[in-house]
């Protein structure tokens, strides 16, 4: 048996991995997990994650969950290049740095922001009021300005020349509320700059193929979500807001 990706694309560590994976040449089975239908509550998928959640790995007999632990493995068994994860103690410490960080900021508010403009209207029927949606939309902006001046700086790239896990990660968290309609390179050239740098690095037809069912996510309708899965979403989301 191979090694097999558990994902669903609509999901931000999922697309990192997918992209990782594939710009480094690495074989494996793409499994695909639809959360909108339930199929990571199954008892199948849970033999492969007990959290039941995506992504998860299995490699023969061995299994993994969590994205970044996942990255990190495809790193050290396949000897990928070293700019992805450096050898070099401070610019390694550079990649932890910011991954560690993102989990509570870039992914939170983008996360929060997106499932506000798409999910809870969906949902609902009902648009969040303008305030809560402005409070979120600040959220993202505050951590937006953050990663610039701590993580980008005048760099080309999070760890210095060359892209790395932490630019791979961070670019897939931006493109959540992105791809919910919210402009945030727009204004940002600095950004933008190193979008396009990321793109470029990993390839930009891979890229735009790996985002391409999340930039459609607006034509999702409620009767393409399993319904207990929908009720679950909706008291978790109005809990938030």
Not at 15 to 25: D, G, K, Q, V, W
Not at 214 to 239: C, G, H, S, W, Y
Request: proline letters at 5%; a neutral charge.
């Amino acid at each position: 048996m191979g090694l097999e990706l558990y994902l669903d694309l609509l999901s931000q560590p999922c697309r990192a991995l997918y992209i990782f994976a594939r710009s480094n040449n690495i074989p494996f089975e793409f499994k695909r997990v639809q959360l909108a239908k339930g199929q990571h509550k199954t008892e199948e998928f849970r033999k492969v994650n007990v959290l039941m959640k995506v992504p998860a790995l299995r490699d023969g007999s061995f299994t993994l969950a969590e994205s970044i632990a996942i990255l990190l493995y495809l790193v050290r068994k396949f000897k990928t290049p070293d700019h992805w994860y450096p050898a070099d103690l401070q610019k390694r410490a550079r990649v932890d740095e910011y991954l560690a960080w993102q989990h509570v900021n870039i992914r939170a508010k983008g996360s929060k922001l997106f499932l506000s403009k798409v999910l809870l209207p969906l949902i609902t029927g009902q648009p969040l009021p303008p305030e809560k949606l402005e409070f979120a939309t600040e959220e993202l902006n505050v951590a937006l300005k953050q990663f610039e001046e701590k993580f980008l700086q005048d760099k080309p790239f999070i760890a210095g020349s060359e892209v790395s896990l932490a630019d791979l990660v961070a670019l897939v968290e931006l493109m959540q509320p992105v791809c919910a309609g919210y402009a945030l390179f727009e204004e940002r050239p600095a950004l933008a700059a190193w979008r396009g740098r990321v793109e470029e690095a990993v390839g930009k037809e891979l890229f735009l193929e790996a985002h391409q069912e999340i930039m459609n996510v607006k034509n999702l309708t409620a009767d393409q979500f399993a319904p207990e899965l929908l009720e679950n979403f909706k008291q978790q989301l109005l809990k938030q807001n």
